[in-house]
């Protein structure tokens, strides 16, 4: 499945639907590190973006969901139903003898 929005897209719709500024992340962004990544000119490592989400209290896989289904919860409904499906498979397969 291809990401109908890109992850610059999303983190840019999660900060502003939470009402936050770029000047927000100051904690553990700046402003111009924000900037960059909404404007999809670099890519957060893992640990960077639960740190940003964690200022948006958000999950990151809230964040990762929305890149990959875009506004629609009904494939929002059927991403997450695929990834639960690997998750157990995957778990399933680590745990056979």
Do not use: W
């Not at 700046?30 to 960077?48: A, C, G, Q, V």
């Not at 890149?67 to 998750?87: E, I, M, N």
């Amino acid at each position: 499945m291809a990401a109908r929005y890109s992850l610059a897209q999303a983190l840019k719709t999660v900060r502003k639907a939470r009402g936050l500024s770029q000047e927000a992340f100051s904690d553990v962004s700046s402003r111009t590190y924000m900037s960059t990544l909404e404007r999809d000119l670099k890519s957060p490592t893992i640990n960077k973006l639960a740190e940003l989400c964690e200022v948006m209290e958000v999950h990151p896989l809230t964040l990762l969901t929305l890149a990959y289904a875009g506004d629609s919860t009904q494939d929002a409904d059927k991403l997450l139903a695929q990834v639960r499906r690997q998750l157990e498979a995957v778990l399933k397969e680590r745990d056979a003898p």
